[in-house]
């Protein structure tokens, strides 16, 4: 089974719909990320957890919540989604305690806003 | 502001070849710690190699194994025997050590290099 989970895999919708993206991880990481990729510009970070009580935003937060319910879930919301949040979403989780606080992905839900 | 560049945004190899995907970053700290990443047509991100910057000696992990150059702030890497499951999209990323706490846990990534491996 999967450590990282991302539903949906992919999604339409249409403008000013509201929309979830939701993430569980298995690993038991306490640290948990939202990224989104578009094509020419890598990955992008839009909101991260250090812990169930700590939300931070990142680069590009504008347009997106978030809410950390446990541990093991994370999930972005686009109150009302338009046209250039279409793209490849990523959650990632990672263990600060190890010598290095490598970030594991989810297997990314593609979302397309009409 | 940290920022990484790869200037090579499409490259192609002949299996069983040795292929170099370039990477170069912009810092102004001194502790950090440098990855790449795989992304196949599955489209999911697999954590290849990864590099602490005070350590001189390079990364290797099997086929994969990266020149890292801080003074020059590059970060290459270098497949061995290319495989045709080696046909991925590769990022390049940064995250900088803050000292006396965890790490910021904040990865830059680059725009990323699509590699083709040829039969």
């Known amino acids: 089974d999967a450590d990282v989970t991302q539903t949906p895999r992919n999604r339409i919708t249409k403008t000013g719909k509201r929309i979830m993206l939701e993430c569980s991880q298995t690993?038991?990481?306490?640290?948990m990320y939202w990224y989104r990729q578009d094509p020419g510009l890598g990955l992008r970070l839009i909101y991260y957890?250090?812990?169930?009580?700590?939300?931070n935003k990142g680069e590009i937060s504008d347009g997106y919540s978030v809410s950390r319910q446990a541990q093991a879930k994370f999930s972005l919301s686009l109150e009302s989604a338009i046209p250039n949040q279409t793209a490849l979403y990523f959650c990632?989780?990672?263990?600060?305690?190890?010598?290095?606080?490598?970030?594991?992905f989810g297997p990314g839900t593609r979302l397309t806003v009409l | 502001a940290q920022t990484v560049t790869q200037s090579q945004p499409e490259m192609s190899v002949q299996e069983a070849e040795t292929v170099t995907l370039s990477c170069t970053y912009d810092t102004s700290e001194n502790n950090y710690y440098l990855f790449w990443y795989k992304q196949p047509p599955s489209r999911q991100m697999i954590l290849v190699i990864r590099?602490?910057?005070?350590?001189?000696q390079n990364a290797t992990e099997n086929r994969f194994s990266v020149n890292f150059q801080k003074a020059a702030k590059s970060f290459s890497l270098k497949i061995s025997d290319s495989q045709l499951g080696d046909t991925a999209m590769y990022f390049c990323?940064?995250?900088?050590?803050?000292?006396?706490?965890?790490?910021?846990?904040?990865?830059?990534f680059g725009q990323g290099t699509t590699l083709q491996v040829k039969p």
């Open positions: 690993k038991g990481h306490d640290r």
């Open positions: 957890s250090f812990d169930v009580k700590d939300i």
């Open positions: 990632a989780t990672s263990d600060p305690s190890g010598r290095v606080d490598t970030q594991y």
């Open positions: 990323a940064f995250m900088k050590h803050v000292s006396g706490s965890s790490n910021t846990g904040k990865l830059i």
């Open positions: 590099q602490e910057a005070y350590k001189q």
